[in-house]
């Protein structure tokens, strides 16, 4: 991964309800406007009340869900989901990353997801997954220098703005990856072992 670069005015923090206004008016723009993974705006309206729910059962999973702010005012936000929901997915993640039109390209992104990397690498998940609009340079470029590698090509994958659009999927390893076995795991198994050793007492 590249160093950040250090820009002042940028803090990064947990959301809190106190920001889901901004958070909407972020993400309402970028389907109005932008190439992200976004398409028609009355079918993607985020209302505040699902964006609160949303919250509050992340925190429950020791799912990140961060904001940037910049000279005080929400400039960001990001977080991440289960892949999958089949308990084999349970390390991987994906997520999603959205800037305020007026604080484009002044170095929130390169703060916020790897706040964001190092947030899902501390809940003990191993991989994290992005999809990427093809044409959407920032988020190839931010997310390449954030130490996400492409892992595929998906054509034709969405329609909108009147046509379809290819994806790109990004894919980050967290932590120790694939190169040992979740912690989480460990204790399973060990308890597993402790219950056989008592039935077979
Ligand atoms: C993608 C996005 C999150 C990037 O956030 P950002 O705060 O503007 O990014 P940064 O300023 O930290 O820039 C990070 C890198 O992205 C690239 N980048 C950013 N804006 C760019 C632009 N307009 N054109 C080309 N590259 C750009 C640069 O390589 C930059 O690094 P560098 O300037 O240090 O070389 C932002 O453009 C955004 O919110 N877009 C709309 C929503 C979206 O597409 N979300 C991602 C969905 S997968």
Sequence with gaps: ??????QPG????????????????IYEHHIRHGVGDTGDFEEDRLRPDDLKRRRKNMRSKRLP??????????AGYAYAVPFRKRPAYRYTLKHSIYVHAGHLHAGIGRRLLPALIEACAAGGYRQMIGYIDAENEASLRLHEACGFTRVGHLPAVAYRHGRWADSVMVQCAL???????????????????????VATT
């Design 1 to 6: 991964m590249d160093s950040a670069p250090t």
């Design 10 to 25: 940028i803090v990064i923090r947990p959301s809190t309800d106190a920001d889901v206004a901004a958070m909407i008016d």
């Design 65 to 74: 869900h961060l904001v940037a702010e910049r000279h005080g005012m929400v």
């Design 175 to 197: 932590g120790t990856g694939s190169s040992d076995q979740p912690s989480t795991w460990r204790q399973e198994a060990a308890a597993r072992d402790a219950q056989a050793a």
